[in-house]
């Protein structure tokens, strides 16, 4: 079946640790985005690519870094810089289209939960 | 810097009883989202809006876009249980390829 895969589902950070939250499709979107979801909050972009080996810093990229070496992946990188990381990380991807609601729809992962402790 | 605002926040509504949510935003946009989230999950497509005055429906639930006012409602019909949720919409400013800006949400509680 076609989707977006992220993984972990579940992921705990020590202080001053790096990790990174892995973000898989196979719909042959060219456009990817990562957006960070903090409890009773809408979401916030972080970073997004519209094509590959190219991406663009979202709303509150500091403290996060993310790669775009290949078109079903866009991995991102939870620095120690980024004081406070815990949050729901959600992967989504779309395929710019003209004017067709296929197109235009914008389609996200199940969600990563990343822990400070 | 493009805002978006929803209204309510909160919503606590009986089954059968109609209600709409409103999205409000602060720049020029042709293309506009409506997403359900369950509670400790994704976010599911629920419309996509991409031009004034396009209306959607799908079942109980009715989302229409007017640009020129800058607004999107959507519209509960005869609200059942299994609608709670929160519902966020979402803008695309114009000129920002698919970059979106996401309205706070609204928690809807359908009770019996």
């Known amino acids: 079946d076609g989707g977006i895969t992220q993984s972990p589902k579940y992921l705990f950070r020590k202080e001053g640790q790096n990790v990174t939250l892995s973000c898989e499709q196979n719909?042959?979107?060219?456009?990817m985005y990562w957006y960070r979801q903090d409890p009773g909050q809408g979401l916030r972009l972080i970073y997004y690519?519209?094509?590959?080996?190219?991406?663009q810093k979202g709303d509150i990229a500091e403290g996060y870094s993310v790669s775009r070496e290949k078109k079903e992946s866009f991995p991102l990188t939870v620095t120690s810089a980024q004081k406070n990381p815990t949050a729901f990380y959600l992967c989504?991807?779309?395929?710019?289209?003209?004017?067709?609601?296929?197109?235009?729809?914008?389609?996200f992962g199940e969600g990563s939960w990343l822990t400070v402790v | 810097e493009l805002k978006v605002e929803q209204n309510p926040l909160f919503l606590s509504m009986q089954e059968g009883k109609n209600y709409t949510i409103y999205c409000n935003y602060s720049t020029t946009s042709d293309r506009l989202y409506w997403y359900r989230q369950d509670p400790g999950k994704s976010l599911e497509s629920l419309f996509v809006?991409?031009?004034?005055?396009a209306v959607k429906q799908e079942g109980r639930l009715m989302a229409s876009l007017d640009t020129k006012a800058r607004l999107s409602t959507l519209h509960i019909t005869a609200a059942v249980h299994d609608l709670s949720a929160t519902y966020f919409c979402a803008v695309r400013e114009d000129g920002t390829a698919s970059k979106l800006t996401f309205g706070t949400g609204t928690r809807l509680q359908v009770t019996l």
């Open positions: 989504a991807s779309s395929a710019p289209g003209q004017g067709t609601v296929t197109g235009n729809t914008i389609y």
């Open positions: 690519s519209q094509i590959v080996n190219d991406f």
């Open positions: 719909l042959n979107h060219d456009a």
């Open positions: 809006l991409l031009s004034n005055g």
